[in-house]
């Protein structure tokens, strides 16, 4: 490999693999964050195509196009985006349960006790609102408003995190004119050959006998995963029989009239559960299914059902693995997006996956020669993203009393991970929440998906019972009706949308 630019002057010859949404982001933000450091080729086939799923989104995405320098209502307007405040959970626990899993926190904390201590205790009191009252972005999903956070992270009625719900067709366009105008430059072809020396790929060979050399190489080429997966062998660790959903089958439809939704919802089905995403042109849905509960035609037919508006294109069936690459990174390959892995679109996690990729790689990006220590770095950092969703997904199925299918009957019984096992435990016993310092889903996310889903704590922090309980019911009282009184200023999400335009 050459030295980086501050080394001998020259760059790292990147090649990027794939055109999606993996590829393009990661195009991107190479370009723009280590432009001295690397030049990017990337290599996409059209005649292949992308997946062109993959439009629920995390806040963090606002942190990508931020450090990027992309302004907001441009890229919301390119890609048919909404604002979303969290996700929508039907059905789950129990068929006729629903609670929203917001972005951001629950009322805030007294003395260092987390603010939901002091809600389980007055809430088997039967004295207290639901604990959604307490968040500024449940209230506000609930009444279809939407405006940004205020700035201080403290004050619980204003504060709450954002995303986007976008055009999954739109934002790898989108991203390919930003990369482009900053210096990546592209090459239309399909790949079909793959020149490697044990476990360092050299070169990529086109349908056309063109050659592409480069230093390191990141495999955006989706589930087909060419260079980590069919090149290097990367070995496959399969979590199918934790998350045995292995189909979707998706199908956009027309808006309804009413009020545009700030939130994507989940519904939980026989065998498996469906999406609905509102856009501004248009409603995204989907069914991800099990194979083994429900056919092709049975989940087609109950996604047409349940549409809210007409049919704009025949359903388009995908199949899938949950699961990932042993390693992400392997030799001077780094796999990126669906190449690397997948874990279903619950909790709207990929493109998150994507983004914490992309960051790793450019914090851990080699100098000279692939080290050790940065691959090693980068592969620690993505597995305990890995396995955190994985367990936060498990807990969606396996939390249910439901028992009126094969389906149910299955998630709810089977043998869940020690992991996860060891958080339950936790919880069930004192309302804690297993602490980590960084990733995705921290205490406010654990606690939405427990309550909502009916695994109530038998004791809480005894610090929460501290304050008498008369005073308190008075200040969790003013702090739900203030919560509702700001919400209720707040322009609906509609409005919202049609100023940014
Ligand atoms: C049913 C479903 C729903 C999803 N919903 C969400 C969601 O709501 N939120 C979310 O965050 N994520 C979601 N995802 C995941 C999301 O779609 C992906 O993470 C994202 O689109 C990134 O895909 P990708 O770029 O890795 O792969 P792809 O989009 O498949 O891109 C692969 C690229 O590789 C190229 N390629 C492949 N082989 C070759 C070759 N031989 N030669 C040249 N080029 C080649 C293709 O042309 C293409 O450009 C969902 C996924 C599925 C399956």
């Given at each position: 490999?050459?030295?980086?630019?501050?080394?001998?002057g020259?760059?790292?010859?990147?090649?990027?693999?794939?055109?999606?949404?993996?590829?393009?982001?990661?195009?991107?933000?190479?370009?723009?964050?280590?432009?001295?450091?690397?030049?990017?080729?990337?290599?996409?086939?059209?005649?292949?195509?992308?997946?062109?799923v993959?439009?629920?989104?995390?806040?963090?995405?606002?942190?990508?196009?931020?450090?990027?320098?992309?302004?907001?209502?441009?890229?919301?307007?390119?890609?048919?985006?909404?604002?979303?405040l969290?996700?929508?959970?039907?059905?789950?626990?129990?068929?006729?349960?629903?609670?929203?899993?917001?972005?951001?926190?629950?009322?805030r904390?007294?003395?260092g006790v987390?603010?939901?201590?002091?809600?389980?205790?007055?809430?088997?009191?039967?004295a207290?609102?639901?604990?959604?009252?307490?968040?500024?972005?449940?209230?506000?999903?609930?009444?279809?408003r939407?405006?940004?956070?205020?700035?201080?992270p403290?004050d619980?009625t204003?504060?709450?995190?954002?995303?986007?719900?976008f055009?999954?067709?739109?934002?790898?366009?989108?991203?390919?004119?930003?990369?482009?105008?900053?210096?990546?430059?592209r090459i239309?072809?399909?790949?079909?050959?793959?020149?490697?020396e044990?476990d360092?790929?050299?070169?990529?060979?086109?349908?056309?006998?063109?050659?592409?050399?480069?230093?390191?190489?990141?495999?955006?080429?989706g589930?087909?995963?060419?260079?980590l997966?069919?090149?290097?062998?990367?070995?496959?660790?399969?979590?199918?029989?934790?998350?045995?959903?292995?189909?979707?089958?998706?199908?956009?439809?027309a808006?309804?009239?009413?009020?545009t939704?700030?939130?994507t919802?989940?519904t939980?089905?026989?065998?498996?559960?469906?999406?609905?995403?509102?856009?501004?042109?248009?409603v995204g849905?989907?069914?991800?299914?099990?194979?083994?509960?429900?056919?092709?035609?049975?989940?087609?037919?109950?996604?047409?059902?349940?549409?809210?508006?007409?049919?704009?294109?025949?359903?388009?069936?995908?199949?899938?693995?949950?699961?990932?690459?042993?390693?992400?990174?392997?030799?001077?390959?780094?796999?990126v997006?669906?190449a690397?892995?997948?874990?279903?679109?619950?909790?709207?996690?990929?493109?998150?996956?994507?983004?914490?990729a992309?960051?790793?790689?450019?914090?851990?990006?080699?100098?000279?020669?692939?080290?050790?220590v940065?691959?090693?770095?980068?592969?620690?950092a993505?597995?305990?993203?890995?396995?955190?969703?994985?367990?936060?997904?498990?807990?969606?199925?396996?939390?249910t009393?439901?028992?009126?299918?094969?389906?149910?009957?299955?998630?709810r019984?089977?043998?869940?991970?020690?992991?996860?096992?060891?958080?339950?435990?936790?919880?069930r016993?004192?309302?804690?929440v297993?602490?980590?310092?960084?990733g995705?889903?921290?205490?406010?996310?654990?606690?939405?998906?427990?309550l909502?889903?009916g695994?109530?704590?038998?004791g809480?922090?005894?610090?929460?019972?501290?304050?008498?309980?008369?005073?308190?019911?008075?200040?969790?009282?003013s702090?739900?009706?203030?919560?509702?009184?700001?919400?209720?200023a707040?322009?609906?999400?509609?409005?919202?949308?049609?100023?940014?335009?």
């Open positions: 490999m050459t030295e980086r630019a501050n080394g001998t020259e760059k790292v010859r990147v090649v990027v693999v794939g055109g999606g949404t993996a590829g393009w982001m990661t195009a991107a933000g190479l370009a723009g964050l280590l432009p001295a450091a690397c030049t990017v080729t990337l290599v996409e086939s059209e005649a292949i195509g992308i997946v062109g993959g439009e629920a989104t995390l806040p963090h995405l606002r942190l990508y196009l931020e450090r990027l320098g992309i302004d907001e209502a441009a890229f919301m307007a390119a890609t048919e985006a909404t604002y979303k969290g996700i929508e959970f039907r059905d789950f626990g129990r068929v006729g349960d629903r609670y929203i899993h917001p972005f951001g926190t629950y009322g904390p007294l003395s987390a603010f939901h201590h002091y809600w389980l205790r007055r809430a088997q009191a039967g207290v609102p639901p604990i959604g009252a307490f968040s500024a972005g449940v209230t506000a999903a609930e009444q279809r939407f405006e940004r956070p205020g700035a201080d403290n619980p204003t504060s709450f995190g954002y995303a986007y719900q055009d999954a067709t739109r934002f790898a366009p989108f991203m390919r004119d930003w990369a482009e105008a900053r210096g990546v430059k239309e072809g399909r790949i079909v050959a793959v020149e490697r044990r360092t790929v050299r070169a990529v060979t086109l349908d056309d006998g063109s050659r592409i050399e480069g230093d390191l190489f990141i495999d955006c080429s589930f087909r995963s060419l260079l997966g069919d090149a290097l062998d990367e070995p496959w660790e399969d979590w199918s029989h934790w998350l045995p959903c292995d189909r979707a089958v998706a199908v956009p439809c808006s309804p009239d009413g009020p939704e700030p939130f919802r989940a939980a089905m026989p065998a498996g559960w469906r999406w609905r995403i509102p856009l501004r042109h248009r849905n989907g069914y991800v299914y099990a194979s083994g509960h429900a056919s092709d035609d049975e989940a087609a037919a109950a996604l047409l059902a349940g549409l809210d508006g007409a049919a704009l294109a025949e359903p388009r069936f995908l199949r899938f693995r949950a699961g990932r690459r042993r390693r992400s990174w392997a030799g001077n390959v780094v796999a997006g669906l690397s892995g997948f874990l279903e679109p619950l909790e709207s996690t990929s493109i998150y996956l994507v983004q914490a992309i960051t790793a790689l450019v914090e851990h990006f080699p100098d000279g020669r692939v080290a050790a940065d691959r090693d770095g980068f592969n620690a993505i597995d305990a993203e890995y396995d955190r969703i994985r367990d936060f997904l498990i807990l969606h199925y396996h939390a009393t439901r028992d009126d299918s094969s389906f149910w009957n299955h998630v019984t089977m043998t869940i991970p020690d992991t996860l096992a060891d958080k339950l435990a936790l919880w016993g004192s309302g804690q297993s602490k980590y310092s960084h995705l889903f921290l205490e406010p996310s654990w606690v939405a998906v427990y909502g889903q695994i109530v704590p038998t809480w922090d005894p610090r929460a019972d501290v304050p008498e309980a008369g005073g308190l019911d008075r200040a969790l009282g702090l739900a009706r203030a919560i509702g009184d700001r919400v209720a707040m322009p609906l999400h509609d409005a919202a949308l049609a100023r940014l335009a």
